[in-house]
């Protein structure tokens, strides 16, 4: 059953967000949709077969593993090669046709796999990863690849940041460098050596996470969506919320939270599930601007909701050692807090405008939504069991793949057929060239990173900013992570602010994983924080509003996101993990004591539940500015992890929700006999 249809708003979606202007905005803010469209049958089975094949050989190499280096060579390198084929040089050229430079590119891509593939037997043994002459020449060629692949395929942003790092070791033994960021002198050996030939620069472990879990995920996404999931989302959403007060807000965060869960991207979730829920918005009477914001503030916010966390869990779990269960049980409270937190301000905005929901007899009902789709959430229940049974991750996934299918072909509106089937498998290689060239990317950061220990020195340098300080250690890292995670997909922001930021709060014994949550968080939430927030521009581009009031917006709607990673700094408990007495770099601890997990939920949700309502001014009825100031230093006590900070933050929230609900009653009474 198409909600569209039944909710009579096809006819509002089309004059508003026209497919054409939702394609304007994905090319215009989410670069790895800026592709060639051909007109050639030739090209286009062509690319189609090479999609599928890429995407059949992670399959068998999930159960038949090259060897290490071998395998995230073919997974990066041929990679590129598609990347050639199907991104465009440039924004206006003729995307029609393959120009005749990037088909050498194409070449170039291949020739660097074959002669990795051919003297890999060479460098592992006689040479030992000591590059010779053509092995310089070869990973030169191969820098410059990823670098134009990345280019095209994710912007400037992280190219330029790459290529910052890459100039670093050239330089790093001049006299005119402070002290701290000199080293020893390196060669092109020493740097090219270091990229090309380890597993410590181009086929780090970014590239290893992601020929092993992430490209699995993607494509388990790929058949999901074939199936029909986003559409099942978006009824299930309507006939939950969609007669509340807001009700269309509401829709936007929780379809945008299951969704973005799933495909990792931000601003590809912002305008798939946008252009359906932002003219709802705007028609029950939400400001554009707002409307846009809720959008992104809801798509990012997918991104840390478990179980799969856009795959950024799997990569937590293989960069800190720690188990996939642990982390996904780690991330339920913080994410549950955060929507909470944007439900919250949507709908005290609508009650503070008098915004009404859908009427209940145009949205489907929830049993019928759940016959039509609901055998569609068993692939989701499933991978759940199968992580939590200890198979391993890839195993899971295409299990789950496999389950996805399976379970589609029970009714026959969400049952594939072949050619569905190989859709998906091209559509799972294509939505995944990002990620890859952006791991791609990153990994050159690595591997300059260990060259040159240059983490060591800014986390030094953090540490000294921080002057002793926790807190102002923390919001410097803070700042660091969304600087570092501007422009990028979830992804790599992760496995940068890991690598660069994270370490910077070992000096204080925060646990790992506590460490990485934080960084992770704030990587996360640079797609809506000015002056580089995609998300948010996105969502402004479909709704017609500003971007950076968008974005400022998103913020302001997110800002529980911001407290929360602070909250589990200090109080470890909303982790549901106890790591006292243990190392900073446990991996393993005890589940946290009911009583302090209770304590630490209650207080952080009526602290969330009185920060939204003193940011909107309004409960049951308006606040005044005194009030609201109150209540929001209440609301920010109850997310002090302390007793008596507890104790006066409940106070004066409970207080004033009396209060103002009391207020409501009496403006009530003097209305109703009036009329």
């Not at 990347?83 to 088909?103: A, E, G, M, N």
């Not at 050596?193 to 996404?221: C, D, H, M, N, R």
């Not at 591997?447 to 060591?456: A, K, Q, R």
């Not at 009583?595 to 409960?619: K, N, Q, R, W």
Request: hydrophobic fraction near 50%.
């Amino acid at each position: 059953m198409s909600v569209v249809k039944d909710i009579e708003t096809k006819k509002v979606i089309v004059e508003e967000i026209s497919e054409e202007n939702v394609q304007k905005v994905l090319e215009k803010y989410d670069t790895d949709s800026n592709v060639r469209k051909f007109n050639n049958k030739t090209i286009v089975i062509f690319i189609a077969a090479l999609g599928i094949l890429f995407s059949l050989f992670h399959v068998y190499t999930t159960y038949n593993p090259l060897p290490t280096l071998l395998q995230r060579t073919v997974h990066l390198l041929i990679a590129l090669s598609i990347c050639f084929l199907i991104y465009p040089t440039y924004k206006k050229q003729d995307r029609t046709k393959i120009p005749f430079y990037d088909w050498i590119l194409f070449g170039l891509s291949i020739l660097s796999c074959i002669y990795l593939f051919s003297q890999y037997q060479a460098i592992m043994t006689e040479r030992g990863g000591i590059p010779n002459t053509v092995d310089i020449i070869m990973a030169i060629l191969t820098v410059v690849l990823v670098f134009e692949s990345a280019r095209r395929v994710t912007g400037w942003v992280l190219p330029i940041l790459a290529l910052i790092f890459l100039a670093y070791p050239f330089f790093s033994h001049a006299s005119w460098l402070p002290n701290m960021l000199m080293t020893r002198p390196f060669d092109f050996g020493d740097i090219f050596g270091q990229l090309y030939l380890k597993t410590e620069g181009l086929f780090s472990t970014a590239i290893g996470a992601s020929v092993q879990y992430i490209f699995l995920f993607i494509l388990f996404g790929a058949f999901l969506a074939k199936s029909g999931m986003g559409q099942f989302f978006n009824d299930l959403a309507l006939a939950l919320a969609g007669h509340q007060q807001g009700g269309p807000a509401k829709v936007a965060v929780i379809s945008s939270a299951f969704m973005g869960s799933i495909n990792g991207s931000a601003v590809a979730n912002v305008v798939g599930t946008g252009a359906f829920t932002i003219p709802l918005m705007k028609k029950i009477g939400y400001e554009k601007n707002f409307a846009g914001a809720v959008e992104a503030s809801s798509s990012i916010g997918g991104q840390i909701l478990p179980p799969v966390m856009g795959a950024s869990a799997f990569i937590m779990a293989e960069t800190t050692g720690i188990s996939y269960g642990t982390i996904a049980l780690a991330a339920a409270l913080p994410a549950i807090l955060f929507f909470l937190g944007v439900l919250m301000q949507v709908h005290f905005r609508a009650g503070r405008s008098n915004l009404k929901g859908i009427p209940k007899p145009d949205l489907p009902r929830v049993k019928e939504v759940f016959k039509e789709g609901g055998h569609l959430l068993i692939p989701l229940v499933g991978l759940v069991i199968f992580l939590g049974s200890g198979i391993p991750i890839a195993y899971s996934a295409l299990y789950t793949i496999v389950l996805t299918i399976v379970v589609a072909a029970l009714k026959k509106n969400t049952r594939m057929t072949i050619k569905d089937i190989l859709i998906a498998l091209e559509d799972g290689t294509k939505q995944s060239l990002s990620t890859i060239v952006a791991c791609g990317v990153v990994g050159i950061i690595i591997g300059v990173v260990n060259l040159t220990s240059f983490g060591s020195t800014l986390t030094a340098a953090i540490t000294n900013l921080g002057a002793g300080s926790l807190f102002l250690t923390l919001f410097l890292t803070m700042i660091a992570s969304i600087i570092l995670g501007m422009g990028l997909p979830s992804i790599p922001a992760y496995i940068i602010t890991a690598t660069m930021a994270a370490p910077s709060l070992a000096e204080f014994g925060v646990p790992i994983l506590v460490a990485h949550m934080f960084v992770f968080y704030f990587g996360i939430f640079a797609n809506i924080t000015p002056p580089v927030a995609l998300a948010s521009f996105a969502g402004a581009g479909l709704a017609g509003g500003d971007p950076m009031r968008t974005g400022i917006i998103s913020v302001r709607l997110s800002l529980a996101g911001f407290v929360v990673p602070y909250l589990f700094v200090y109080e470890p408990a909303m982790l549901m993990i106890d790591p006292t007495g243990l190392p900073m770099n446990a991996v393993d601890f005890p589940t946290a004591s009911i009583v302090d997990i209770l304590i630490v939920s209650v207080t952080s949700i009526v602290g969330v539940i009185g920060l939204g309502a003193a940011i909107e001014g309004y409960f049951t009825t308006h606040m005044n500015a005194i009030i609201r100031i109150i209540l929001g230093i209440g609301a920010l006590m109850l997310l002090i992890p302390e007793p008596i900070t507890d104790i006066i933050g409940i106070v004066i929230v409970l207080a004033i929700f009396v209060i103002n609900f009391v207020q409501d009653k009496k403006i009530k009474k003097r209305i109703i006999p009036t009329a």
